[in-house]
C-alpha cells in the first residue's frame, strides 16, 4: 500500500505564505520559509549522530571547502568544539559510554576515533581498511556492537561491508556488496545488520552470528538512511529518487508499505526523501525532503495504515532530521540563502589585508567559491500541534512552484504546443562554466557589474550579437553548482543524491570520482534524460559530444543517436572544428530530410586552460568558442528550417568566475524564427526553464519536479516566424594566441590537469584565470546575499 502526502492545503498553494513578510527566493525560484529557530553549521552537514544519553550531538560536515566534525551541548543548544577533519563522509557513531566518537574518514580509507573530554574532541587513534584514495574503498556509513566488540563499515567504492575488530583494530572480514553502500544498522537483538545498498536499490541483510549475507529486501530507487523502530519490528528506509519511505518487516523481510513523501502523488523525481525521524510520544514520523526544503510527516501510530499529516518548512537541502527533547532537529545542507560572489574567486592576498568596496567588507585570504559558498545551518523546531502543522503545510506548498504544474494552470504560449507546435526542431548548445557579469556586463540595458567584466564583447561578439539581436536575458541561474551535477542537470533536470552528497568531496581534491555525465549508473537520474524522454514520445534526437567519452555514449539511449566523429570535452581541439564537423553531419542530415527533432551539441572549450605555457590564451580559448557559436547560429539561419527551428544555448554551470548578483548567475542565449528580437526579458528563468520549455515545444511530459515547476520562456517568443539573415563575426582577437608568460600563474596553470572537466582544483584555477589576464586588479562590486521576495509578489490570488 502507497500512502501519499495530498492533504488539503495544496488547495491553499497560492495564498499568501503564512506570517512571513521576506521570504527568500532561491535562484532555482523555489522559497525558503524555515521553521524555529536555528544556529550555524559547516559546509554541507550530511549526518547527524545523538549519544546514548541524549546529551550530545556529533555533527559531520562533509562540503567541497573545510571539512569538520563538531559537537554540540544538545541541552543548551551551544557548539562545544569544531575540528577540522581532512577528509571525512557521512560515518558518525558514539560509543555507549560517550567517551568515544567514530568518524569516517572518507578516502584516507580510514576510520578515526576521537576522544570526548569536557565536550571537546582530540583524535586519539584510527582504524586503517586500506590505502588512502587512489585506492578505492570509500567508508560511509558505521555501527557498533561493543557486547562483540565489532565495528561495521559499509563503504562507496568497492562496495563492501567491513567487520573490525574493536579491541585489535584489525579487519575480521570483507563482504562484498551488489553496489555502493550508504549506512547500516543493527537490529535490536544484535543478530543481524541491515545495509542500505545506494546502488542496488535493495536493503541487505547480513547475519552476524554466521558473518555472511542473509538476505535482501527490494526497496525503492537510491535508498540510503536506515530507521529501526525503537520495538524493532520495523525498519525504514529512504528511497531518494523515489521521493519515498519503505517500510520493512524486519521478521518477514519484506515492504508492508510505501510512504510517499512528495508534496503532491505519484510525483516524479524531486523531493529526494533522504532522512527520518520518530517521535514515540505523538506516534508521528517525519522524512527530510532534501529537495522540496521540508519535512514530510505522518501519522505512524497504526504502521500498514499510516496517515499524511503535512509538512514543516525548512532551509535549503535539508540532509538530516533527529528529535531530541520534543524538539526537531534539522540539518539544513545549503543553509537558508544563496549568495553572489562579486569578490569570488577571490584574489591571492596575504590573510590580514581587508577588502573594503561598496560598503561591504572582505578578508584578504576569503574565498568565494561556489562549491563552499553556502554554508549549513541546523534549525530547531518544536513538535507542531495540528493547527501549527496547518500553517506549516500552507508555507510549504506557498514556498514551491511545482504547484503550478500540478493543478495544470493554462499554459499561455504564443504558438501551439506539441504535435501542433511551428517548431519542429530544437538545438540544445552547452558551454562551460561562466557567469553573467564575466561575458555579457557591458551590455548597458541588463544587470551588470563591468569590474567583474573578462570576455566582453572583443572576446564573445556573436554571443553579444546574439543578445542584442534576439532577447538578452539578465536574470538566469543555472540549477548547479558545478560541472559534475551540472550537465545532469542541463540535460536531466535534476542531480540526484548521490551526486549532490558526493560532488564536493571530489572536487575538494579529496578523491572519488566526477559522477556526472554517465559516469556512473547510480548518477544517473531514474528516469533517464532528456535523450530518454524523447524517446518515451517519439521524437528523434542526436547528441554531438554532451555524454559521450570519445566516439561512444556514456549510456545506452544514445547508443546509434550520436556523432561519432564530433570530439567530446577535450580543449586540444577547437571549438570551431567541432562546428565544422558538425555542420557536414547537419547538412548530410538536412539533404536527407533526415534533421533529428532534438539535437544537444557541446561547445565548452570556453572553459579555457588557464596561463598554461604554450597552450591558447584564455581570450583565443573564449573567442574560438565565441565564433563556433556564431557559425553554428548563421548555419542554421540560412537554412531552410530556421522558421522551424528554436535555438538554446546555456552553461552548464556558473563555477568558474564571480557574479554581483548570484553566484549561480550565468549566460543563457535564445534565438530562433519565432523568437522576439532586440528584446530584453528580466524574468527569473532557469536551466530547467529551458528543459520546459523545449519539451513544452516537442510535446513532452516534465521529466522531474524542477521542469514541472519551472517558467517557461514564452515571454521570448512572437506568434509569427521572422526570417534573419545572421552573420558570424570573426573576434577582434589572434584565436592563435598562446601563453608565453613565464610567472606564478603560468607556473599554477602547469599543475593542473584538463582531460576531464572541473578535474582542478577550481579555486586555484579561478585564482589564476583572474590574476592571469587582470594582474594584480582586485575584486570590487556590490554584494546581495539572497533574493527577497515582497509578500506581495508571492500572493497569485486574483
Given amino acids: 500500500m502507497r500512502h501519499h502526502l495530498l492533504v488539503l492545503f495544496y488547495l491553499m498553494a497560492t495564498c499568501t505564505v503564512y506570517g512571513q513578510t521576506s521570504p527568500v527566493t532561491l535562484p532555482n525560484g523555489w522559497r525558503l520559509t524555515p521553521a524555529g529557530e536555528s544556529m550555524p553549521l559547516g559546509d554541507l552537514p550530511l549526518n547527524l549522530e545523538l549519544s546514548a544519553s541524549k546529551k550530545l550531538m556529533a555533527v559531520t560536515n562533509n562540503g567541497q571547502g573545510t571539512q569538520t566534525i563538531e559537537l554540540i551541548d544538545v541541552v543548551n543548544r551551544v557548539k562545544t568544539d569544531s575540528v577540522e577533519i581532512k577528509r571525512s563522509w557521512y560515518g558518525l557513531a558514539f560509543s555507549a559510554d560517550e567517551r568515544q566518537l567514530y568518524v569516517s574518514g572518507g578516502h584516507n580509507n580510514n576510520i578515526l576515533i576521537y576522544t570526548i573530554a569536557n565536550k571537546k574532541l582530540s583524535l586519539s587513534d584510527s582504524i586503517q581498511l586500506g590505502n588512502p584514495w587512489p585506492e578505492r574503498i570509500g567508508p560511509a556509513g558505521i555501527a557498533i556492537d561493543e557486547k562483540r566488540n565489532r565495528l561495521y563499515v559499509v563503504t562507496r567504492e568497492n562496495k563492501s561491508l567491513y567487520v573490525v575488530d574493536l579491541r585489535t583494530k584489525k579487519i575480521l572480514g ?77 521478521k518477514q523481510k519484506r515492504v508492508i508499505e510505501t510512504l510517499d513523501a512528495a508534496l503532491f502523488p505519484n510525483s516524479p523525481s524531486g523531493s529526494t526523501s533522504n532522512s527520518l525521524a520518530y517521535h514515540e510520544k505523538t506516534k508521528m514520523l517525519f522524512v527530510a525532503n532534501a529537495d522540496n526544503n521540508c ?25 538530516c532530521v533527529r528529535i531530541v527533547n520534543n524538539a526537531l532537529w534539522v540539518s539544513n545542507g545549503k543553509g537558508f540563502e544563496s549568495k553572489a560572489n562579486p569578490f569570488g574567486p577571490s584574489p591571492l592576498r596575504k590573510k590580514e589585508e581587508v577588502i573594503h568596496h561598496g560598503g561591504i567588507t572582505r578578508k584578504g585570504s576569503e574565498v568565494q567559491y561556489i562549491g563552499s559558498l553556502m554554508k549549513g545551518t541546523m534549525s530547531f523546531i518544536e513538535i507542531p500541534n495540528k493547527k501549527k502543522l496547518a500553517e506549516y503545510s500552507k508555507m510549504v506548498y506557498g514556498n514551491s512552484p511545482y504547484t503550478n504544474y500540478v493543478q495544470q494552470q493554462p499554459v499561455a504560449a504564443p504558438i501551439p504546443l506539441g504535435k501542433q507546435s511551428p517548431v519542429k526542431y530544437v538545438f540544445y548548445v552547452i558551454k562551460e562554466n561562466r557567469t553573467y557579469d564575466q561575458v555579457l556586463s557591458d551590455l548597458k540595458q541588463g544587470n551588470g557589474d563591468t569590474t567583474l567584466l573578462l570576455f566582453g564583447r572583443k572576446y564573445t561578439p556573436n554571443q553579444h550579437a546574439l543578445a542584442e539581436s534576439f532577447v538578452l536575458l539578465d536574470n538566469f541561474y543555472v540549477n548547479a553548482e558545478v560541472s559534475a551535477d551540472g550537465h545532469n542537470w542541463t540535460v536531466g533536470a535534476y542531480a540526484n543524491d548521490y551526486l549532490e ?24 537520474n531514474k528516469d533517464g534524460f532528456i535523450w530518454d524522454n524523447c524517446h518515451r514520445y517519439g521524437i528523434s534526437f542526436r547528441t554531438y559530444g554532451e555524454f559521450m567519452h570519445g566516439p561512444k555514449p556514456t549510456i545506452p539511449i544514445l547508443e546509434g543517436h ?14 570551431t572544428a567541432r562546428f565544422n564537423v558538425w555542420k557536414k553531419d547537419f547538412l548530410a542530415l538536412l539533404k536527407e530530410n533526415k534533421v533529428p527533432q532534438f539535437n544537444t551539441v557541446r561547445f565548452g572549450n570556453n572553459h579555457t586552460e588557464g596561463m598554461r605555457l604554450g597552450r591558447p590564451s584564455p581570450y583565443a580559448h573564449v573567442a574560438d568558442n565565441d565564433l563556433a557559436v556564431g557559425l553554428f547560429i548563421q548555419t542554421l539561419a540560412e537554412s531552410p528550417i530556421w522558421d522551424q527551428t528554436v535555438v538554446f544555448i546555456v552553461e552548464d554551470d556558473a563555477q568558474n568566475g564571480a557574479d554581483h548578483v548570484d553566484a549561480h548567475r550565468s549566460t543563457a542565449y535564445i534565438a530562433g ?34 521542469d514541472a515547476a519551472a517558467t517557461p520562456m514564452w515571454n521570448c517568443f512572437n506568434n509569427q516566424p521572422q526570417s534573419f539573415p545572421f552573420k558570424a563575426i570573426v573576434p577582434a582577437v589572434d584565436l592563435n594566441e598562446k601563453n608565453v608568460a613565464v610567472n606564478i600563474w603560468q607556473k599554477k596553470s602547469e599543475a593542473f590537469t584538463f582531460e576531464k572537466e572541473d578535474s582542478n582544483n577550481d579555486v586555484e584555477f579561478n585564482r589564476v584565470l583572474w590574476h592571469g589576464l587582470k594582474g594584480d586588479q582586485p575584486f570590487p562590486g556590490p554584494t546581495r546575499a539572497a533574493f527577497i521576495v515582497p509578500i506581495a509578489d508571492t500572493d497569485d490570488d486574483d
Avoid at 558526493?502 to 544517473?524: D, K, L, M, Q, V
Avoid at 532586440?678 to 523545449?694: G, W
Fill in 174 to 250: 570483507t563482504f562484498g556488496m551488489e553496489a555502493e553502500g550508504y549506512t547500516c544498522k543493527l537490529s535490536k537483538d544484535r543478530r543481524e545488520l541491515f545495509v542500505s545498498c545506494w546502488g542496488s536499490d535493495k536493503v541487505l541483510v547480513f547475519d552476524l552470528e554466521r558473518n555472511a549475507w542473509k538476505a535482501s529486501v527490494n526497496v525503492g530507487d537510491n535508498p540510503n538512511e536506515l530507521m529501526l523502530l525503537p520495538d524493532g519490528k520495523l525498519l525504514l528506509v529512504c528511497n531518494a529518487n523515489d521521493n519515498t519511505v519503505s517500510v520493512i518487516d524486519v
Fill in 295 to 319: 519535512l514530510a510527516v505522518f501519522d505512524f501510530s497504526k504502521p500498514g495504515q499510516s496517515i499524511p499529516l503535512g509538512f514543516i518548512p525548512t532551509g535549503w537541502y535539508p540532509t
Fill in 501 to 524: 552528497k558526493t560532488w564536493p568531496t571530489s572536487y575538494g581534491g579529496r578523491g572519488g570520482t566526477y559522477g556526472g555525465e554517465g559516469e556512473r549508473e547510480i548518477a544517473n
Fill in 562 to 575: 550520436n556523432c561519432p566523429t564530433f570530439a567530446s570535452y577535450d580543449l586540444k581541439v577547437r571549438d
Fill in 673 to 706: 524564427g519565432y523568437i522576439k528580437r532586440n528584446f530584453v526579458d528580466h524574468t527569473l528563468y532557469t536551466t530547467a526553464s529551458i528543459l520546459r520549455t523545449l519539451e513544452l515545444l516537442l510535446g513532452m511530459e516534465p521529466m522531474t519536479q524542477y
